[in-house]
T-cell receptor, first 114, second 112 residues
Framework: NAGVTQTPKFQVLKTGQSMTLQCAQD?????MYWYRQDPGMGLRLIYY???????DKGEVPNGYNVSRLNKREFSLRLESAAPSQTSVYFC?????????????FGEGSRLTVL | KNQVEQSPQSLIILEGKNCTLQ??????????LRWYKQDTGRGPVSLTI?????NTKSNGRYTATLDADTKQSSLHITASQLSDSASYIC???????????FGKGTTLSVSS
């Protein structure tokens, strides 16, 4: 099994451009999450989806939108990228609904905004 | 403020040696504490998850301990291997419905 798959792995954007990070899991998990990881900081939750059809804001949602396309897929969209959004983005999934379950992470998507 | 502090920030040890990483937290109420291993350029992978009632949990050469009274946890690595070189992240779950709180991690380098 692939687990959690993220695309693209690397992306360079110019300020103001838009893009979508894709995430898919094949473990039939209920919850999916988007985190960002910045140097010198712990991972921070951007958005999550506790079940198919629902999405909720995390700690740092500004500048992002998400879509839970179906049970497998959860995308993260940057409508107008800013240099402050340069980061490594991780998608994760959990069998349990909500925020308390064991997390399984993807390999990360490294985004640079110039 | 709910926080998770890890020490040391980085550590270098010789292959075959043991080491202990520390995690202190101020999260209240406390639900669970997790340790993750993150290899360079990869996503975090779960090592252990402990609830309030658990004092110790092992996963191979990794042993985590938890003292919920003092709000401290440690991760002990026995007979280190080169493949143990990674960042180790302590994560605390608090009140139901709130996001997990991640520490900044301890970077471990194992040299031959």
């Amino acid at each position: 099994n692939a687990g959690v798959t993220q695309t693209p792995k690397f992306q360079v954007l110019k300020t103001g451009q838009s893009m979508t990070l894709q995430c898919a899991q094949d473990m039939n998990h209920n919850s999916m999450y988007w985190y960002r990881q910045d140097p010198g900081m712990g991972l921070r939750l951007i958005y999550y989806s506790a079940s198919e059809g629902t999405t909720d804001k995390g700690e740092v949602p500004n500048g992002y939108n998400v879509s839970r396309l179906n049970k497998r897929e959860f995308s993260l969209r940057l409508e107008s990228a800013a240099p402050s959004q340069t980061s490594v983005y991780f998608c994760a999934s959990s069998r349990e609904q909500g925020l308390a379950g064991e997390l399984f992470f993807g390999e990360g998507s490294r985004l640079t905004v110039l | 403020k709910n926080q998770v502090e890890q020490s040391p920030q980085s550590l270098i040890i010789l292959e075959g040696k043991n080491c202990t990483l520390q995690c202190n937290y101020t999260v209240s109420p406390f639900s669970n504490l997790r340790w993750y291993k993150q290899d360079t350029g990869r996503g975090p992978v779960s090592l252990t998850i402990m609830t309030f009632s658990e004092n110790t949990k092992s996963n191979g050469r990794y042993t985590a301990t938890l003292d919920a009274d003092t709000k401290q946890s440690s991760l002990h690595i026995t007979a280190s291997q080169l493949s143990d070189s990674a960042s180790y992240i302590c994560v605390v779950g608090g009140q139901a419905g709130t996001a997990l709180i991640f520490g900044k991690g301890t970077t471990l380098s194992v040299s031959s």
